[in-house]
C-alpha cells in the first residue's frame, strides 16, 4: 500500500472516530489531524476540507463487484450492512451539511450497481442508451430514498424488509421497460 493511501487511510479512521460521537459539521481538520497525530499540511496535501474527507470514505467503501444481474441483492446487503456497522456515522452524516456526500455517495454507487444490471438484462435487446440510463438515474434515486429514510427513522426497519422491499418494487419492472423500447 502506498504511503498516500496509508495516510488517507488513517485520516479516514481519525475522521469516522469523531462521527461517532460529533456531526460531520462540528469537526474541524485540526480534531482529525490530532486524532491522527499528522499536521494540517499533510492533510491539505491529500484533502481540500472535511467534506471532502467524507466523500472519500464513503466512495472507497464500496464494494464494486455486485453490479450484476446475478449478485446485486447481495451488494444491497452489503451497503445495507455497511450501513448498520457505521450508524452512528451515517446518522451524523444524515443529519449535518455532509447529507449531500452521503446522497450523491448513495445515488452514485446504486446507479452503478443498476448500470451492471441492466447491461446483464439486455445483451440480446436493442434499447437505447439513453433509456439505459434514465432508468439507472430512476431507479437509483428511489432506493436512495429508501435508504436516506431508514436513515433518518434511525435504522429501526430491518435491512431484510428494506432489502426485499426494494427487490419488489424492481422486480420485473426494470425488464418490462427494457423490453417496452426495445427496437
Known amino acids: 500500500m502506498s504511503k498516500s493511501c496509508v495516510t488517507e487511510n488513517a485520516l479516514a479512521a481519525s475522521l469516522k472516530l ?8 462540528k469537526i474541524s481538520v485540526k480534531m482529525v489531524t490530532d486524532t491522527c497525530g499528522v499536521t494540517r499540511h499533510t492533510f491539505y496535501n491529500h484533502f481540500h476540507d472535511i467534506y471532502e474527507l467524507l466523500g472519500w470514505i464513503f466512495e472507497n467503501e464500496v464494494i464494486d463487484e455486485h453490479c450484476s ?13 455497511y450501513t448498520l456497522d457505521n450508524k452512528a456515522i451515517c446518522i451524523n452524516t444524515y443529519k449535518s451539511l455532509g447529507r449531500e456526500h452521503l446522497e450523491i455517495f448513495l445515488c452514485k454507487t446504486f446507479n452503478k450497481v443498476l448500470e451492471g444490471v441492466i447491461t446483464d438484462m439486455t445483451p440480446e435487446m436493442n434499447v437505447d442508451e439513453k433509456i439505459k440510463k434514465e432508468v439507472a438515474v430512476f431507479f437509483s434515486s428511489a432506493i436512495t ?12 426497519e430491518e ?4 432489502a426485499d422491499r426494494i427487490e419488489r418494487m424492481l422486480d420485473g419492472t426494470i425488464l418490462r421497460i427494457m423490453e417496452v423500447n426495445n427496437k
Not at 469523531?18 to 459539521?25: A, E, F, P
Not at 435491512?159 to 428494506?162: F, R
Open 18 to 25: 469523531l462521527m461517532k460521537q460529533n456531526s460531520i459539521n
Open 159 to 162: 435491512k431484510e424488509d428494506i
Open 145 to 156: 430514498g429508501e435508504f436516506l429514510g431508514w436513515i433518518k427513522n434511525g435504522l429501526k
Open 69 to 81: 444481474l446475478s449478485n446485486w441483492k447481495n451488494g444491497l446487503f452489503i451497503a445495507l450492512q
